[in-house]
């Protein structure tokens, strides 16, 4: 999910078909590329899990396009 105020509101992040896996220092990682930003906008991200044990709402990261 993506929100432009400050997670106020989300919406769905266009994701294109480029998600990784890794490994890092034995712990799995996910990498995946959001498109269609614009520039000068900040952009706030976080990913909703559901089902599992780690069901839920993901920590949210900040990214300024410029």
Known sequence: MQSTD????????YLPVDI???TYNGVPMHMARVAQLEPG???QFRVV???GENQG?????T???R
């Open 6 to 13: 400050n997670g106020n509101t989300w919406e769905g992040a």
């Open 20 to 22: 990784w896996v890794y």
């Open 41 to 43: 906008k900040t952009y």
């Open 49 to 51: 899990v559901t089902g």
């Open 57 to 61: 709402k993901s920590n949210i990261i």
């Open 63 to 65: 990214h300024e396009v």
